[in-house]
């Protein structure tokens, strides 16, 4: 099989990376590039737990090609802290206990901080709609729905 | 030793807040390794093939194609395990039949439901892996199945098993049966009881089966070298009881194998047994190289632990003033494959939160056609409690009573005596009927087609086999090494909090981690809600006994009698009224010198915890119904539970609310569909829909603690008693809403409207 | 001799007994002598069942004592999700 050639930034850097046709993003990112933060709970695009953004758009992985990330900019949960700072959105899981297992965490994150660049101010209506297409099956959604809201606020700087 | 440590009540400094948790940050970055996150050098990817039929014998299995294919580097079918006695054996203290495990691990004689492991190969890659499957030839000869619990038990049903005889049956039954064991409780008379009721209602209730759903599949990696030693990482909710059944199934001795438990992604029963592992390591026996297996998500759904689809029939009589004097069930529960649903202790719960003089309870539990049932969170019970408490619903609005003053007139008490077996000791369940009444969300006025339901739940909480070790570091931190898997709900944090009241210091001078299953003696699974009563009380025990040697080491270092030193806000000092006066050492100033005056100082506790406390909890739900479609709309959720003590009271929250929205995903939402094939039509997440956040309200989580008498924080365990409840509430909200009680679940707009259209049907007819 | 209840279950292998008295010292002479009195039972019955001595409840406690006035109940031991 031949594999593809590909250039992409993720987190910032430049990558390059093989990959065969019908590798996933979800396999590159995490079997060729070693990011396993990103999970994969279905495969099919239910679950959210492989979300990512690529060039800023909210996607599940596991419904993009390997070969799709050609020249495109990729944030993935690896990128979200700036050092030794944790991005609101993650200290806000943290202190609210808005995870449990946390294997929907990554997801949930990258998600909700998509949400709070499209809308900074939200609802609590607008953060579970905003957020149904991720599956959490440890917390019931309270306490991320609360940590989101919390995040907002303190993003808005209210 | 049996252990139990009488509680104390006393003042706290760290039990009862809110730290952050220790593996919080690797979560929130990524960081956190889970199953399908471990590698080795050279491993092999493994995939499973499995039966796409129901019931199916196989003449044979030809695997040369596939093992011809390059890159193929073994292959394993029913041949390379061996035959287990049809026997009980203990391993790690699950009693299984190993008869049964060896054949849901990997198919024998018959395929039994659709998705049955019958080979597995390894391959250099997952591509060819996959093409090797689907060069395997199974020759099957198609048998006819049965899915539905009261159609397997007919006599005319197919049997899945030749040899299974009904047990505890007498006369010994002269033919085989689906029906793999009779249970049955009675107090009383439970005839004379009906007989003094002013008031008999009887119903009958069905509900599906439904996944536990963890968003994580199983993942493991094993290792196998050629001295016979085998390396495992797998995500479980026991290592050491993945070891013994591991050891059981290939034959190899305990200490041979060594399990590392991952990060886990949800278990909540589901992984509480071997699926993969077996599987994984005889692949790297064979191939001489490491081999990884991740299971897909139509492969968790169509062949790891779901619960039981059931058929329960209820019938309960009382007063005309509200008090319960008779009740009877009958609970027929779908196995799965292999005997062993969760029928007995729902059997045991049916009834327990109440005082009911006669009681009688008989229940089957039986084999049919669909993967082997696993526990799944207070396994059993909210399927039974559906019934009793919609039964309970009925009697009370028949006389006109509050459901919440209903329940209090009839609740189980210490010292009520239950129909199973012992008395009640010290539990909460008025506490929280109490709790619930009080909330305001109880009198929130509600508006057209909104109605409000109330149910309870019982559980029975466990103790069991649990080891830590607990190691002072040279600079007064403490390692906390625990055998009890953190299932996700915050065990490490809550046990490493428990270590550092004991001794004095802040929480975050202790962290805690996973043993691996040679580091420490063997523990049960993190089940029963067993992690913070039995792991806490181990911890306890270790801290102890970590105590004890620091004072004695304090003594000689200070050249005083043991007896007149103290252990108080994590120092070594004079003890009140001693006549011997020192200068106090903390636990750090010990740690600097303990090398040097006699070696370093660890703490150990090997317990079997006893004295579980058991858990009540009382829920209200408001829910709207549209009555164009049939969708239930959960407005208000309201959980007061006992908890005994919460030791980090968010978590305890998180164990509420979780618990609460997969009871909300059963009752509403959640279903396998089954087509005549026998194969199960929606092993996806898009088919089988789980709750997501817009499908549910907040939860408000009221804690209730009653002290546990038997544990030395008060501690009961939450994380099961909070799925109770929720089907049984939700069926009482929406016939306060539509007055209609529906009694087969789950409640999915097209079975609620098509009751609203029945009902109206008859209303006209 | 310590009073033993059997919980419903064990009836059918019992004759219907429920109720027994014993000379026993701990748990494990309990199921000893129970496999002895009640030749029905299976062979795995102990296995399954968990103790109640005098209201406290133990799994899997063989050495746990039982005194000559302790009341024992058995019923079936629980596991969990
Ligand atoms: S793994 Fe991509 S949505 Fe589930
Ligand atoms: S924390 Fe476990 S799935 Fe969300």
Known sequence: MTRHHVSATVNGDAVEFLCETQQTLLDVLRNELRLTGTKEGCATGDCGACSVTVDGRLVCSCLMLGVEAEGKSIRTIEGMAQGENLHVLQRKFLEHAALQCGVCTPGFLMSARSLLENNPNPTESEVRYGLAGNLCRCTGYHKIVEAVLDAAREMRGA | ?765 | ?81
């Open chain 2, 1 to 765: 030793m049996s252990t139990t440590i009488k509680y104390e009540p006393r003042e706290l400094k760290v039990v009862g807040t809110r730290p952050i948790r220790h593996d919080g940050v690797d979560k929130v970055t990524g960081r956190a390794r889970y199953g399908a996150d471990f590698d080795l050098p050279g491993q092999l990817i493994g995939k499973v093939l499995r039966s796409p039929h129901a019931h199916a014998r196989i003449r044979s299995i030809d695997v040369s194609a596939a093992l011809a294919l390059p890159g193929v580097k073994a292959v394993v079918t029913r041949d390379d395990f061996a035959e287990m006695p049809e026997e009980y054996a203990a391993a790690g203290e699950i009693v299984v039949n190993f008869y049964d495990v060896t054949r849901n691990v990997m198919a024998r004689e018959k395929a039994l439901y659709d998705g049955h492991a019958v080979a597995a190969v390894a391959a250099t890659s997952e591509a060819i892996a996959k093409q090797a499957l689907k060069l395997i030839k199974v020759d099957y000869e198609v048998l006819p199945h049965v899915i539905d619990v009261l159609e397997a038990m007919k006599p005319d049903a197919p049997v899945l098993h030749e040899h299974q005889y009904t047990q505890l049956v007498t006369p010994k039954p002269d033919k085989p049966s689906n029906v793999a064991k009779r249970l049955e409780f009675k107090r009383g008379d439970v005839e004379a009881g009906f007989r003094q009721a002013d008031l008999v209602v009887e119903r009958e209730f069905n509900t599906k089966p439904v996944h536990q759903g963890y968003i994580e599949p199983q993942a493991c990696l094993a290792s196998y070298s050629e001295d016979g030693q085998a390396d495992l990482w797998t995500s479980t909710q026991g290592h050491f009881v993945f070891r013994a059944q591991c050891a059981k199934l290939l034959q190899m001795e305990v200490s041979k194998i060594r399990v590392m438990p991952t990060e886990i992604g949800g278990g909540f029963g589901g992984k509480n047994t071997v699926y993969c592992e077996p599987v994984a390591i005889a692949l790297s026996r064979k191939a001489h190289r490491p081999v990884k297996i991740v299971m897909t998500r139509d492969e968790v759904f169509r062949a790891t632990g779901p619960t039981s689809g059931a058929n329960v029939r209820v019938k309960m009589g009382c007063t005309r003033d509200g008090r319960i004097i008779a009740a009877e069930a009958v609970l027929n529960y779908q196995a799965g494959a292999f005997a062993g649903s969760s029928v007995s202790p729902a059997s045991m719960s049916a009834f327990t939160r109440y005082d009911v003089d006669h009681v009688h309870v008989v229940a089957h539990d039986v084999t049919v056609n669909r993967p082997k049932v696993a526990a799944y969170r207070a396994p059993g019970a909210p399927i039974v409690a559906f019934g009793v408490e919609s039964v309970i619903d009925e009697m009370a609005k028949k006389l006109g009573i509050d459901p919440i003053d209903f329940r209090l007139k009839n609740a189980a008490r210490e010292g009520t005596q239950s129909y199973y077996g012992p008395k009640l000791g010290s539990i909460g369940f008025i506490e929280t009927l109490q709790a619930a009444k009080a909330h305001p969300n109880y009198r929130v006025p509600l508006g057209p087609n909104q109605g409000r339901g109330v149910a309870t739940g019982f559980w029975f909480n466990a103790g069991n086999e649990t080891s830590c070790a607990l190691n002072i570091n040279e600079d007064g931190t403490v390692s906390l090494v625990l055998g009890v898997v953190d299932v996700a709900g915050g065990l490490r944090t809550a046990l490493a909090m428990i270590v550092a009241e004991e001794l004095g210091i802040d929480v975050d001078k202790v962290r805690p981690s996973h043993s691996d299953t040679t580091e420490l003696g063997f523990n049960f699974v993190t089940a029963g809600s067993r992690g913070t009563f039995a792991g806490g009380m181990a911890c306890v025990v270790a801290a102890r006994d970590a105590i004890e040697k620091l004072r004695q080491r304090a003594a000689k270092i200070r050249e005083v009698p043991v007896d007149a030193v103290e252990w108080k806000d994590g120092r070594a000092q004079p003890i009140q009224g001693s006549a011997h006066r020192f200068a106090p050492m903390t636990l750090a100033e010990i740690a600097k010198v303990a090398g040097k005056t006699g070696g370093t100082i660890a703490g150990h506790a090997e317990i079997n915890a006893q004295g579980a406390g058991p858990g009540f909890a009382t829920q209200i739900v408001d829910v709207e119904v549209d009555r164009e479609t049939g969708l239930v709309k959960v407005l208000r959720y309201t959980i007061a539970q006992d908890v005994g003590k919460a030791i980090h009271p968010a978590y305890v929250e998180g164990q509420l609310q979780g618990g609460v929205v997969q009871g909300i995903g059963w009752a509403l939402n959640e279903e396998y569909v089954y087509g005549k094939d026998g194969r199960l039509q929606n092993p996806g997440f898009l088919d089988y829909r789980v709750p997501v956040a817009s499908d549910v309200p907040f939860v408000d989580a009221v804690i209730v603690e009653v002290p546990n008498p038997n544990h030395p924080y008060g501690v009961r365990g939450c994380g099961e008693v909070s799925i109770i409840a929720p089907m049984a509430a939700i069926a009482n909200a929406v016939e306060s809403a539509i007055g209609i009680r529906i009694c087969e679940q789950p409640l999915s707009p097209p079975r609620v409207l098509a009751a609203i259209e029945e009902a109206a049907a008859t209303r006209k007819a």
């Open chain 3, 1 to 81: 001799m310590a009073r033993i209840v059997l919980s419903g279950n064990l009836a059918a292998v019992t004759g219907g007994e429920t109720e027994i008295a014993l000379e026993v010292g701990n748990v494990r002479q309990l199921f000893q002598a129970l496999a002895e009195h009640y030749p029905g039972l299976p062979e795995n019955f102990a296995e399954d069942l968990a103790v109640a001595i005098d209201g406290e409840i133990y799994q899997d406690a063989l050495l746990e004592p039982i005194r000559n006035d302790s009341e024992v109940i058995l019923f079936p031991k629980i596991a969990g999700g």
